[in-house]
């Protein structure tokens, strides 16, 4: 008689893993081969992974549209700044430290702003934002609008830190994407799941949807903070209107709709996709903007499931096994 | 020094009226169709560019381009929802708000590459100086007065429509229950297209009075969404009345704020904000069903 | 002449199949019952006439024409009126604002608000009333008088006596047959047969997704009527 069994790994993520060990030994070893350029633009690009990542579990898994989470990408700039050239620390120390800062300010940011709903959470989240950027804007010690540089990396040698902020970039999106693979294959993953399907089922079925949505929040803005340290770290300068841009946000967004959002593999197509136009079209200036625009308005009228989504759908390919198999035999 | 204060305040309220007219485009949409426009502050700036496009290519005085601004907007905000709203609704929560973020992107975008970041102004020929003088330190300019009872005819307007019209039951019933309504005769797409429109013609009105009342340029968009969403907080959700207080307060607050400190005017206004949301989330004037 | 008809009607629920192929007719004039267990795809039925579900475009025709996967507000234009399965007022508008936006089908018609409120006088005492704090007889009253200020040429009933007391449902249903004399013709589905039966000519009888019984109602015998509603 046929038993059947439940089976989480498939032939693509089992070949898929075997290549991202292949890309992640490439990626160890790279300041050796590769030159400092490359190094800055791959720390941008992990920094931007990490985000989608993070939007990815508020919004595709979480269902909280939030256009405010720069916000903790500036809170974590600031945080490095001020432990760095005002405390002292070791900037590289500072890194993990910001996204601690970023997540305990999430706290009760959180408790204030989960009183809304829907459209006007998202709004809502912009506000606070905002608020963060005008209080840091308004602190003589960290340069107020003109912002400040980061001195206490003059100490450091080049040689050392350009490699230095690259691994830990490379750590920082091997981690985020750890993180939210190992969230969705536990129960809290189920949860996450469940919440992304129906809310109001999973509340029935006796998932605290409030209190698995807080954490996820939590979580996502810690990821922010460690982003808004990387990033500014590795350009020296800090001010509030660059750290506390919306756009940041809009870049974000596009990546992770276009990608596909409420999967992992998609934000990592969607920062592919983005930094390929990005290197093409960054020249046409507002016009890269409109029709990044007009792109994500139009994959998510249409294909509402992003790159990754039909890409998936059609060939049934699913790169990172969250998901459980029933099969039969054996 | 009293009467400093009372002219600050003063201000603060002729603004607020400003405001209130943001304000009262949103809540509308969000209670017709549970839809929030990310791009709503966008919209309103296109408005006053528009009024400057009308300016620049006919020679017209904002007042005399406002007829024109308001159709246009009417038929844009009708086709928007048309063609590309309606596909939203109805699909859960990210659609509506990933599209209206998108659109609101191409907008400001659109403004920028078109008119460049410059600051820009819709010249009101005297109108915006002359004031009334009440007393030593009172001084009530005509225009912001004027804007602050275009506001109130504002509000008065939408309330007749919604209570007193055959149109405004049509919204009212499509609001409570979109299917039921289909029974008795009304197409619910149109019902929102109509809708949408009437807001774009309130925030083409806004625009233009916001062009003539200060300067204004592309990256402006997004402020005015925050105020609006914030005079609907303030106010509490469900009057038209509410959101115009709720308009008012704000705009006292940042006035009250700039007078302290200029750095701090804005600010004024988002703590107020969060103190509501804080200690009455449904808000200073809210109208429960 | 024939007013109403379906042939081979489907209709789905997602990937779920509720109707699986009904063929029913309805004559001018005439009021037929619908009656079945829970679940046998009597709503379904009636949904699927006034537009509210995908169907087929030749499985309805109505009054000569084609009219399957019309939109629902298209269907009320042309005279099909649906009291749903719940009464389903407007919450924020009062019982008359009901009433008023009843007339959104833009037809012509003999019914106005003074004949609604002659036809169901508790109305007119709870006019403007909000049209939540009805009672439930109350509120189904004004359902279909919101149903009838269209000017409808069929009126589609869904169980309208559910969670109503029996002097209430015998108030509503004394009303009937009175409306076929103004040239509206009915379909009433309800879990009460008797009542049902007493008024209608027609009785049609639901089984998992399927007619498993029709005839003239004043024929059918109880026997008959439980074998194809349980399927025994």
């Known amino acids: 008689m046929n038993t059947a069994y439940v089976e989480r790994a498939t032939a693509a993520s089992r070949i898929g893993a075997g290549f991202a060990v292949l890309l992640l030994a490439a990626g160890i070893s790279l300041p050796w081969w590769s030159d400092a350029g490359t190094m800055r633009l791959l720390v941008e690009f992990f920094c931007f992974l990490v985000m989608a990542q993070m939007w990815n579990l508020l919004a595709g898994y979480g269902g909280l549209v939030s256009i405010g989470q720069q916000a903790y990408l500036g809170l974590g700039g600031y945080a490095l700044f001020a432990l760095a050239n005002h405390a002292g620390l070791n900037p590289f120390l500072c890194v993990p430290l910001a996204g601690f800062v970023a997540a305990l300010i999430a706290w009760p940011t959180a408790k204030l702003v989960f009183r809304l709903r829907g459209g006007y959470f998202a709004i809502g989240t912009w506000a606070v934002a905002e608020v963060f950027r005008l209080l840091l804007a308004n602190v003589a010690t960290f340069g107020g609008g003109s912002g400040q540089s980061l001195r206490a990396m003059a100490a450091i040698p080049r040689e050392t830190r350009e490699p230095a902020a690259y691994l830990m970039a490379l750590a920082a999106a091997v981690a985020a994407i750890a993180v939210v693979y190992l969230l969705l294959r536990s129960r809290h993953g189920l949860a996450l799941t469940a919440i992304r399907d129906s809310e109001v089922a999973s509340a029935s079925q006796g998932i605290d949807v409030a209190f698995t949505k807080f954490w996820v929040y939590i979580v996502s803005a810690a990821g922010f903070g460690v982003v808004g340290a990387l990033y500014y770290m590795n350009i020296l300068r800090i001010s509030p209107n660059a750290a506390f841009d919306v756009n940041w946000t809009a870049y974000v967004i596009f990546i992770v709709v276009i990608g596909g959002i409420g999967t992992i593999e998609g934000p990592i197509v969607g920062t592919l996709l983005f930094f390929l136009l990005r290197e093409t079209l960054a020249q046409f200036g507002a016009w890269y903007l409109i029709a990044l625009g007009l792109i994500a308005v139009v994959v998510m009228l249409y294909f509402p499931g992003g790159l990754w989504g039909a890409v998936s759908k059609k060939f049934d390919l699913h790169l990172f096994p969250v998901r459980r198999w029933l099969r039969s035999g054996k | 020094m009293f009467g400093e204060w009372l002219n600050t305040i003063v201000q603060g309220v002729l603004l607020g009226g400003l405001y209130g007219m943001f304000a009262m485009g949103l809540s509308l949409i969000w209670g017709v169709m549970r839809l929030v426009n990310i791009a709503h502050g966008d919209f309103i700036l296109l408005g006053a560019y528009l009024a400057l496009l009308c300016g620049e290519t006919a020679g017209l005085h904002p007042l005399a381009a406002l007829p024109a601004v308001v159709a246009l907007m009417f038929a844009l905000g009708f086709v928007l929802q048309r063609g590309v709203l309606n596909r939203t609704l109805g699909k859960g929560l990210l659609p509506p708000l990933l599209v209206t973020f998108g659109l609101s992107i191409v907008v400001q975008n659109l403004l920028l590459q078109f008119y460049s970041a410059d600051s820009k102004a819709l010249s009101a020929e005297g109108l915006t100086t002359a004031s009334l003088r009440l007393g030593d330190s009172l001084a009530i300019g005509w225009f912001p007065l004027g804007v602050f009872l275009a506001a109130l005819l504002m509000g008065l307007g939408l309330q007749v429509l919604f209570a007193r019209t055959a149109f405004g039951r049509k919204l009212r019933a499509t609001s409570d229950d979109q299917e039921t309504v289909q029974l008795v005769g009304v197409d619910e797409k149109k019902m929102y297209a109509l809708a949408m429109g009437l807001a774009f013609a309130m925030m083409g009105l806004a625009g233009v009075l916001l062009g003539m009342r200060t300067s204004f340029s592309p990256t402006d968009g997004p402020a005015n969404l925050l105020f609006a969403f914030e005079a609907v907080v303030i106010g509490g959700l469900g009057s038209f009345w509410g959101t115009f207080a709720g308009g008012i307060l704000l705009g006292v607050a940042q006035t009250v704020g700039f007078r302290l400190d200029p750095g701090w005017g804005l600010l004024v206004g988002h703590f107020v904000f969060l103190g509501v949301l804080l200690f009455k989330p449904e808000g200073l004037f809210p109208k429960t069903r | ?232």
């Open chain 3, 1 to 232: 002449m024939t007013l109403l008809a379906t042939r081979g009607l489907t209709a789905y629920y997602g990937d779920f199949q509720a109707l699986f192929g009904v063929d029913f007719e309805l004559e001018e004039g005439e009021i037929a019952a619908v009656i079945g267990a829970n679940g046998a795809g009597k709503s379904t039925f009636l949904r699927s006439i006034a537009g509210l579900h995908q169907v087929s475009a030749d499985a309805v025709s109505f009054a000569g024409g084609s009219v399957g996967g019309l939109g629902a507000h298209r269907l009320a234009r042309l005279g099909v009126s649906l009291v749903p399965e719940g009464r389903r007022l407007f919450p924020s508008l009062s019982v008359e604002e009901n009433l008023l936006v009843g007339k959104s089908t833009g037809r012509a018609g003999p019914w106005t608000l003074a004949r609604v409120y002659a036809l169901f006088p508790r109305l007119g005492e709870r006019r403007d009333s909000p049209a939540a704090l009805l009672s439930g007889g109350e509120q189904q009253m004004a359902a279909i008088g919101r149903a009838l200020m269209g000017n409808p040429r069929l009126l589609l009933c869904d169980e309208i006596s559910l969670g109503l007391a029996p002097i209430v449902v015998k108030a509503i249903y004394d009303a009937l047959p009175a409306l076929t004399h103004e040239g509206v013709s009915l379909v009433i589905v309800e879990q009460d047969i008797g009542t049902a039966l007493a008024v209608a000519q027609r009785a049609w009888c639901f089984q998992h997704g399927r007619v498993s019984l029709c005839g003239r109602a004043d024929e059918l015998t109880r026997d008959a009527i439980s074998r194809a509603y349980f399927g025994l």
